[in-house]
């Protein structure tokens, strides 16, 4: 066995000849685990979230949606969509309208984006699974439905079975003069309601679902779209088709995933999540000086063990070494402790929720903190923690060591 690995595990688990450098030992010890037990739990919790918000998000926004570059319509015959839909991956190819319109029910007014969609729209995308009202129905024969935002209806104070009072939707008439008559200088259609979804405020306060025709109608289009909706296969690289579908459409449009939908937001998070951590790792690095006390008190402790290791032809360097292990050993222990206990405490909020963010009747999306695991950051916390473990083990002993190894030079 290595020779300084040997000493400085004995000195690691042996008991001192002062009994408060086992206790300062000890503190060392517990504060590394203590650190490292909450950087786990804390970047695990931001995993949770960030997993939660991008399947909130995913539930509404597509895999791929193709926007005309230099303005807001296009023409659907400018789009080779035959091609696009045979793509190897490619489910389903929805055709969308979108348009801010007012909305008004009763007495109460709301400007919403009303999103026309093609009849594949309902099969492409889950947002079915999150409804709180209602159902999901867009057509119905001849008839047309809507189906709207949690937040919009609550502005509006709709009642989804009122078949008396139908939500109209106006939007201006192109291509008219300014009037102060409303019907003039807007056009606008009579919908009933189906279905009330809530996904996110953003998505809640925003959409009114409605089928494409009715969308086309109001707005006065004919073959104008806004963008193109495709639902991929999760056996099949979304890279590929992002790829080959820029390709097909042309230098025009632009072609993004959903990390480039949200990319400003998956950006945020991702900066929260390492501001998180480095504020943390500051927190380890005063505790790694716990380290620094132990180390230096163990070495005065052991200066009669450093004479005899000196007469026995131990150099500066062996003695060193013996002390930095010791320094290492102290924070590779509490290291692994603070992870397994981290793991532990992720494992047991991941399947039972015991730690709740509101009460009981709380209509949130979850109710407990989301967690989820992640390899890379066990491995990102071992090493921060080994690397100030380094730095923490390499002060006292080249510092206080020296000295103690002049003073005992001194004496013979």
Same mark, same amino acid.
């Given at each position: 066995?290595?020779?300084?690995?040997?000493?400085?595990?004995?000195?690691?688990?042996?008991?001192? $000849?002062?009994?408060?450098?086992?206790?300062?030992?000890?503190?060392?010890?517990?504060?590394?685990?203590?650190?490292?037990?909450?950087?786990?739990?804390?970047?695990?919790?931001?995993?949770?979230?960030?997993?939660?918000?991008?399947?909130?998000?995913?539930?509404?926004?597509?895999?791929?949606?193709?926007?005309?570059? +230099?303005?807001?319509?296009?023409?659907?015959? $400018?789009?080779?969509?035959?091609?696009?839909?045979?793509? #190897?991956?490619?489910?389903?190819?929805? @055709?969308?309208?979108?348009?801010?319109?007012?909305?008004?029910?009763?007495?109460?007014?709301?400007?919403?984006?009303?999103?026309?969609? #093609?009849?594949?729209?309902?099969?492409?995308?889950?947002l079915d699974t999150m409804l709180v009202e209602g159902d999901f129905v867009l057509e119905d024969g001849e008839t047309d439905y809507a189906v709207m935002g949690a937040g919009i209806a609550y502005y509006l104070n709709v009642q989804l079975n009122d078949?008396?009072?139908?939500?109209?939707?106006?939007?201006?008439?192109?291509? #008219?003069?300014?009037?102060?008559?409303? @019907? @003039?200088?807007?056009?606008?259609?009579?919908?009933?309601?189906?279905?009330?979804?809530?996904?996110?405020?953003?998505?809640?306060?925003?959409?009114?679902?409605?089928?494409?025709?009715?969308?086309?109608?109001?707005?006065?289009?004919?073959?104008?779209?806004?963008?193109?909706?495709?639902?991929?296969?999760?056996?099949?690289?979304?890279?590929?088709?992002?790829?080959?579908?820029?390709?097909?459409?042309?230098?025009?449009?632009?072609?993004?995933?959903?990390?480039?939908?949200?990319?400003?937001?998956?950006?945020?998070?991702?900066?929260?999540?390492?501001?998180?951590?480095?504020?943390?790792?500051?927190?380890?690095?005063?505790?790694?000086?716990?380290?620094?006390?132990?180390?230096?008190?163990?070495?005065?402790?052991?200066? +009669?063990?450093?004479?005899?290791?000196?007469?026995?032809?131990?150099?500066?360097?062996?003695?060193?070494?013996?002390?930095?292990?010791?320094?290492?050993?102290?924070?590779?222990?509490?290291?692994?402790?603070?992870?397994?206990?981290?793991?532990?405490?992720?494992?047991?909020?991941?399947?039972?929720?015991?730690?709740?963010?509101?009460?009981?009747?709380?209509?949130?999306?979850?109710?407990?903190?989301?967690?989820?695991?992640?390899?890379?950051?066990?491995?990102?916390?071992?090493?921060?923690?080994?690397?100030?473990?380094?730095?923490?083990?390499?002060?006292?002993?080249?510092?206080?060591?020296?000295?103690?190894?002049?003073?005992?030079?001194?004496?013979?």
């Amino acid at each position: 066995m290595h020779l300084p690995f040997y000493i400085a595990k004995r000195y690691f688990f042996a008991k001192k $000849s002062h009994n408060i450098i086992n206790i300062i030992s000890g503190i060392s010890v517990a504060g590394i685990t203590v650190g490292t037990m909450a950087l786990v739990v804390v970047l695990s919790v931001f995993n949770g979230f960030q997993q939660l918000v991008e399947s909130l998000f995913n539930t509404f926004n597509p895999d791929l949606v193709i926007t005309w570059k +230099e303005g807001k319509t296009f023409n659907a015959s $400018s789009i080779p969509a035959e091609k696009l839909k045979k793509l #190897s991956g490619v489910i389903k190819y929805t @055709e969308v309208i979108e348009e801010n319109a007012l909305l008004r029910y009763h007495e109460k007014q709301f400007i919403a984006t009303i999103k026309g969609v #093609s009849s594949g729209f309902k099969k492409a995308n889950p947002l079915d699974t999150m409804l709180v009202e209602g159902d999901f129905v867009l057509e119905d024969g001849e008839t047309d439905y809507a189906v709207m935002g949690a937040g919009i209806a609550y502005y509006l104070n709709v009642q989804l079975n009122d078949f008396n009072t139908p939500l109209m939707v106006y939007v201006p008439r192109r291509g #008219s003069n300014v009037s102060l008559n409303l @019907e @003039e200088a807007f056009n606008s259609e009579a919908i009933y309601l189906s279905g009330i979804f809530s996904v996110q405020q953003d998505f809640d306060t925003k959409y009114l679902l409605v089928p494409i025709r009715f969308a086309r109608r109001l707005l006065d289009y004919d073959q104008e779209l806004t963008s193109i909706e495709l639902s991929l296969s999760d056996k099949i690289s979304q890279d590929k088709i992002q790829k080959q579908a820029e390709t097909l459409c042309g230098k025009d449009f632009v072609v993004k995933n959903r990390f480039q939908q949200q990319e400003m937001l998956y950006r945020i998070m991702k900066s929260e999540k390492w501001a998180i951590f480095l504020i943390l790792a500051f927190i380890l690095f005063i505790a790694a000086f716990n380290v620094v006390g132990s180390l230096s008190m163990l070495i005065l402790d052991k200066t +009669e063990d450093i004479g005899i290791l000196r007469n026995m032809g131990a150099d500066n360097r062996l003695i060193k070494n013996i002390f930095r292990t010791e320094g290492l050993l102290i924070s590779i222990g509490g290291a692994l402790l603070g992870l397994f206990f981290g793991f532990i405490v992720c494992y047991l909020q991941q399947q039972f929720g015991i730690i709740r963010l509101q009460s009981a009747d709380s209509t949130f999306v979850v109710n407990a903190y989301p967690v989820k695991m992640q390899w890379m950051d066990f491995l990102s916390v071992f090493a921060t923690v080994l690397a100030l473990g380094i730095v923490a083990a390499w002060f006292p002993v080249r510092r206080l060591g020296e000295k103690q190894l002049r003073n005992f030079t001194s004496k013979n």
